[in-house]
T-cell receptor
Framework: EAQVTQNPRYLITVTGKKLTVTCSQN?????MSWYRQDPGLGLRQIYY???????DKGDVPEGYKVSRKEKRNFPLILESPSPNQTSLYFC??????????????FGQGTRLTVV | KQEVTQIPAALSVPEGENLVLNCSFT??????LQWFRQDPGKGLTSLLL?????REQTSGRLNASLDKSSGRSTLYIAASQPGDSATYLC??????????FGPGTRLSVLP
């Protein structure tokens, strides 16, 4: 089954304690992306990766890092989490045909609370 | 920068009604537009993908139209059911394969 898998689904942590949210896709997609979703602000892109070892900032990259050492995995790293990073996080993988056929597939989300 | 709005923000209807959800975007230089469904606390499920060269796309009771030049897309839901209750998001896709999401329409279909 084609899917995007995020772990953990729920996480409560303390300010400053480094954490990693993993994302893995089994569709051999080159393009992957991270979003955060906040009430009233909708979904905002954090980082994206167009291929292995190629990453770029989205709209809200501050306080986050990513890496793309292999095609299937795209972890999101919070080196020193702060309460304003409490949010619902989604990983997405894009099926890229020609430009008009790009289609996004999303993971189930990770609800992060930083206290 | 692309900005996306969705009207209405929330909608509550009795079962069986036909519905219209609206999406507007400011930058018409898009390659496609995708409609998603999100259930509370869960991920996004893709409903329909409309290419910029298409006028509409249909899947079951769902029909989405796209007017790229005017920056509008509409999602029609026929014969609504309680199981359709969810938040519906539209997301135009640009050259960089980036999707910009609207704030969503929260739909409640009452039995």
């Amino acid at each position: 089954e084609a899917q995007v898998t995020q772990n953990p689904r729920y996480l409560i942590t303390v300010t400053g304690k480094k954490l990693t949210v993993t994302c893995s896709q089994n569709m051999n997609h080159e393009y992957m992306s991270w979003y955060r979703q906040d009430p009233g602000l909708g979904l905002r892109q954090i980082y994206y990766s167009m291929n292995v070892e190629v990453t770029d900032k989205g709209d809200v990259p501050e306080g986050y890092k990513v890496s793309r050492k292999e095609k299937r995995n795209f972890p999101l790293i919070l080196e020193s989490p702060s309460p304003n990073q409490t949010s619902l996080y989604f990983c997405a993988s894009l099926k890229v045909g020609d430009w008009m056929n790009t289609e996004a597939f999303f993971g189930q989300g990770t609800r992060l609370t930083v206290v | 920068k692309q900005e996306v709005t969705q009207i209405p923000a929330a909608l509550s209807v009795p079962e069986g009604e036909n519905l219209v959800l609206n999406c507007s975007f400011t930058d018409s230089a898009i390659y496609n537009l995708q409609w998603f469904r999100q259930d509370p606390g869960k991920g996004l499920t893709s409903l329909l993908l409309i290419q910029s060269s298409q006028r509409e796309q249909t899947s079951g009771r769902l029909n989405a139209s796209l007017d790229k030049s005017s920056g509008r897309s509409t999602l029609y839901i026929a014969a609504s059911q309680p199981g359709d209750s969810a938040t519906y998001l539209c997301a135009p896709g640009d050259y960089g394969q980036n999707f910009v999401f609207g704030p969503g329409t929260r739909l409640s279909v009452l039995p």
